[in-house]
């Protein structure tokens, strides 16, 4: 089994959720998390911090722990506005640039998902906008319907990692499909809207889900870590991601990118 890392950036400013009620929910949520001792009064402090410094990425330390750690990940950036995804094309268009000359692919954080001609404009203009021919997509909340995987398949994607399932890859159409193993806030949220697990409580969630994982002879173990959460606003988060690549060097389970993976997968196709 092979790990394949993968992050997916939700916001790059605060302000950016003027006209929506991100913000709001964020400090309810927090308020939460503080009360229930989830959080200390650091983390919360921190988080009030961050509204006012008007930064809610942390792409670049992220992409220097994973040159560090030789890590070949792959982030996926919005080129389109929904469902509390609100930067604009020109922060963008910078964090494009940026990832693909630290040496990182770069693809598309998908908001159409229904609709075939607004899922072709995110493709076409994410494609004129990094210069890739070779794109690959995750929608946003994962969200799809029955027909937006053969839409992307059509379009000319060449994978999505769009469904949370454990299955090794598989093909639709010309397209391969990675199925999401592992994301950062199904261990930790569970099925809460805020943090319900501490570290130790996490470690051991994810550890069972690997070794469930091995068991099912998976060949990837595709795993999502939201940029937002590389901080130590969100300690919690940043030590279970910090301690996860540890074990999996640890236990001598390499990482690939997924344009690396399709590439050992379409060989095997052709013997």
């Known amino acids: 089994m092979k790990a394949i ?8 400013t605060v302000f950016e959720h003027k006209n929506d009620l991100i913000i709001p929910k964020f ?6 998390e503080l009360k229930e001792k989830k959080i200390t009064c650091k983390e919360y402090k921190l988080r009030l911090n961050d509204i006012f410094k008007n930064k809610w990425q942390n792409i670049s330390e992220l992409i220097e722990f994973e040159k560090r750690n030789k890590i070949p990940s792959t982030f996926f950036v919005g080129v389109s506005n929904g469902k509390g995804l609100s930067y604009s094309i020109n922060n963008a268009a910078i964090w494009i640039r940026e990832i693909l000359e630290a040496g990182f692919d770069v693809g598309i954080h998908g908001i159409a998902f229904e609709d075939y001609n607004n899922i072709k404009n995110e493709y076409e203009l994410f494609k004129k906008m990094s210069g890739l021919n070779k794109i690959g997509i995750r929608m946003h909340y994962l969200r799809n319907n029955s027909e937006t995987l053969n839409m992307l398949s059509n379009i000319g994607y060449q994978y999505d990692t769009s469904k949370y399932e454990i299955k090794n890859p598989y093909k639709i159409g010309n397209m391969w499909e990675f199925p999401l193993l592992m994301m950062d806030g199904y261990i930790i949220e569970g099925s809460y809207k805020w943090q319900s697990l501490n570290l130790e409580n996490a470690k051991e969630s994810t550890i069972k889900l690997i070794e469930d994982v091995q068991k099912k002879d998976i060949q990837y173990l595709t795993i ?31 990482f690939i990118s997924y344009k690396e993976a399709i590439n050992k997968l379409n060989n095997k196709e052709n013997i």
């Open 27 to 32: 400090l309810i949520r927090s308020l939460i």
């Open 224 to 254: 999502l870590f939201h940029d937002r959460y590389f901080n130590d606003s969100f300690w919690t988060w940043k030590e279970w991601y910090i301690w996860l690549i540890e074990y999996l060097k640890k236990n001598h389970i390499p």
């Open 5 to 12: 890392i993968s992050h997916d950036v939700d916001h790059i």
